[in-house]
């Protein structure tokens, strides 16, 4: 499985590096606004992925961004988003990742987010562990709030959501190091397993944007749980991952603001 997924994303990001910063003006598409763009590039690189996880695995179900549920499996299915992050790659931000999940009985049993600009391949199995190119990862350590570095996103913002997340980023600001907005789940999920980041919340997301970093901090040792009445982060739209140690700490502020 694991050398599947893995030559299947590097494939993908090779077609995906070929056109970045190439993208003309009319190669860029609004979907459900102006905050809400594809490109050509987003439906080749699904339609590669599938392609090759439907020669491998025929039984198997596909979900994407693109194409919605395009195949119904035995009970298996592969979850994948070709590009996270399209408005930083069309605008030649290198922030983005391909993102593939297999998931099984309700559960996330493989993970893979690939992120092609730096050529960093997060791959997680359920109970095996993480890793990045092959190295074991590990969440931060770091048990101080004050000390810490959360990134969220604006999901919220472009799907019309209410509430939405500014007022948690008005209380969070004054309570952690320091906030972050890359601009992709992805990358800020794959950043919270690798230490990088104490945590990560967004509201608004969908099972693509999270179901392969969700194992992937899990099996670095996190923590990753949905907050104010939402139980499930992959499906329930709220996601909080975080290493762990500043977890309860993160979620009760989230809920404060929202409560406000």
Sequence with gaps: MKAILTATARQAGEFVMRHFGRLR???VEEKTGKKDLVTFVDRETEKM???RLNDEFPDHGLVGEESGRV???AGASFVVDPIDGTVNYAHGIPHFGISIARQEAGEITHGLIYLPYFDEMYYAE????ASV???KLHVSENRDLSRSI???GFACIRGGLKPDGVPIFGKLIYKVLDLRRLGAATVDLAYVSRGIFEGFYEM???PWDTAAGKLLVEEAGGMVTGFSGVDDPIYGGRVLAT???VHEEVRNLIEEALES
């Design 204 to 206: 608004g997301l969908s």
């Design 49 to 51: 992925i599938f392609g």
């Design 71 to 73: 195949q119904e499996g």
């Design 25 to 27: 003006e009319e190669q």
């Design 243 to 245: 290493n762990g140690y």
């Design 150 to 152: 959360v990134a969220t």
């Design 133 to 135: 190119n092959g190295e």
């Design 126 to 129: 359920k109970g095996i562990g």
